[in-house]
Antibody, heavy 121, light 108 residues
């Protein structure tokens, strides 16, 4: 069974940093591209970042470029999101999601349960 | 920047057909997928590559994409289909995955 489990969310002050993790199981993690997607309270979905299966290609949404860093450790079946310079508008539930085929993108076929990040003083 | 626009809400009676549209510039030239999200839950992929259904998604969900508009159709809508629906496309010019604004489907 495919499972994606996020962790690392919490309350952080504006300007602070946080590192999110996503533990993957039930599939060959190293074969899949992965994403972070966020959803502010009561709002829609916003794509945050993409990393290819071997980490050779990385993309960011304009709203986080220069502040967030996506990475992965295929040996540990884990995806990460380092978030720096956090702002109130970064407050959201953060989901990790799997993309099975970039040839026919987009399609996020599995999602984690999400972890809440709250940026507030 | 590339944007996808959806109507905020759609109401449908049980057993009737719900049509949810997603509009974007030359959207028909891109693949579109659709997600269903129920309150307090993570999104679920219901349509990919414009019209394909993942395993386990009921046949009443179908999709199409042409011109500037993609459409998700729910035939014989059931109460369990009440949810938020989001379209998504890949914008190669900006290397961005773009989500639509979302449509809340209410089954009256």
């Amino acid at each position: 069974e495919v499972q994606l489990v996020e962790s690392g969310g919490g309350l952080v002050q504006p300007g602070g940093s946080l590192r999110l993790s996503c533990a993957a199981s039930g599939f060959t993690f190293s074969s899949y591209a992965m994403h972070w997607v966020r959803q502010a309270p009561g709002k829609g979905l916003e794509w945050v970042a993409y990393i290819s299966s071997g980490s050779s290609t990385i993309y960011y949404a304009g709203s986080v470029k220069g502040r967030f860093i996506i990475s992965r450790d295929n040996a540990k079946n884990s995806l990460y999101l380092q978030m720096n310079g956090l702002r109130a508008e970064d407050t959201a539930v953060y989901y990790c999601a799997r993309e099975p085929s970039i040839a026919a993108r987009p399609q996020f076929d599995y999602w984690g349960q999400g972890t809440l990040v709250t940026v507030s003083s | 920047s590339f944007e996808l626009t959806q109507s905020p809400s759609v109401s449908v009676s049980p057993g009737q057909t719900a049509s949810i549209t997603c509009s974007g510039d030359e959207l028909g030239d891109k693949y579109v997928c659709w997600y269903q999200q129920k309150p307090g839950q993570s999104p679920v992929l219901v349509i990919y590559q414009d019209s394909k259904r993942p395993s386990g998604i009921p046949e009443r969900f179908s999709g199409s994409n042409s011109g500037n508009t993609a459409t998700l159709t729910i035939s014989g809508t059931r109460a369990m289909d009440e949810a938020d629906y989001f379209c998504q496309a890949w914008d190669s010019s900006t290397a961005s995955y773009v989500f639509g604004t979302g449509t809340r489907v209410t089954v009256l």
